[in-house]
């Protein structure tokens, strides 16, 4: 089943060395060593982000087309709205196959040399930590998270919503900054019904994949988001709906209604 | 003259960049004939500050065109079509393409097979033949007629070219580059 994709990626990326790091429903990820266009040269370590949705069988060929070419467009477009504000680290788009699902662009975040070489998702950065309780609460992490914390304020600032904020989708980039990454479910709006579950997607997540020190985890990315809102008066109106909402969001559940 | 291989595509590309030319409107008057000798892509220097600008345009260009998606006449006119941000093929070619008056040139030729290059460049532009190099392009680019064509926000008409810091240029870079991915989209 997997072969049958990767060949199928293959097909459209003629010459591109391709290597899975990631699979899911909707789409597959590669990295590769090769520039889509500009010439690299053969001892060259940067590496480059390959997101290719595949072509559902179980959906009309018609409409997966329109759906794919769609959707890809959709995350495409959300990587420009962030270029447009500096302030959140995103990863820039290299190049577009809208026809064919595919987005280009840039590797964020480096291997955590102490974790097998994983990649330093916020998840395996806090993972490293687990079983020491000393390390796992350091300032060091503090300020991290709150500066994740600070970036997801920024975007709901901007209304940018992520849509599915865990901590494998938020990057701790070597300068220890972070970074945003897999846009596939965000999308832009200003209702604070839907920055409530964003945070409370977040939270969920920070609970399920850190059960140890979750509350206090939540805290600090809290304490971060609130200051992302910055100090201007009309923002901190805003500030406020949303954390109501959001505990709101919390004593309900993700869903505003009881049907489906 | 810089010569790129796209890896994803069997098409090759040559680049020159030449200063000083004299016969701008000679080679836009054959140009607009449709004249064989002149099946090349002219490009107006003074909207191009990065080698990766024009590149991506290229790789969008290529892409449609060996998807058989392209709108223009041909591979040369989609690329500089492709460096812009409008969906209005004479506003791009104006804005992208070779000047009447100009004295600075890029030009592009799409190579199918490599056995097949027939032509010599000196034949057809008179002027200095020079490395294409994003430093000199950065210094000669036009602000102003950068932010009529791609239209950003906030403006660059406000800002002076020698102001401009590292993280700036590559904050335009990326700002460009979304806007020729995502032309039409």
Redesign the interface.
Known sequence: MSDELIQLAQSH????PLQVISQGAEAIVFTTK?H????TSKDSHTEYIIKYRPPKKYRHPQLDATLTKHRT?AE??L??RL??I?EIQSP????????NGIIWMEKVGYELIDYDDKISSLKNWLWRYNDNQEKALTEEIKIALEKVGCMIGKAHVNDVIHGDLTSSNIIITEAQEACLIDFGLSYQSALPEDKGVDLYVLDRAILSTHPKYAEQYNEWLMAGYERGYGKDKKSLIKLKEVLKRYEEVRLRGRKRSMLG | MLS??????QQSLQIYYFENVENSTEIRTKLLSGQDSHNFAFVNPDVIFS??QL??A???AL?DYN?G?IRTRSIHSEIIFCLGSSGNIVDSLTRFGIKEDGNRLIILKVIEKEEDVEYTIDEIVKGDNKDLDDALLRENVDFKQMQKAYKF?PSLSNSAREDFKETDWS?LL??T???I??RG?
């Open positions: 990326l003629q010459n591109i090769t889509p266009y500009l010439p467009i495409a477009r990587l420009q270029t447009n500096p820039g788009l290299i190049a577009l196959d809208a026809r | 790129v291989k796209i890896p994803q595509f080698k990766e590149l991506s290229c790789y969008r892409l998807s998606k926000q904050l990326r700002k580059v979304d806007l991915q995502l989209c």
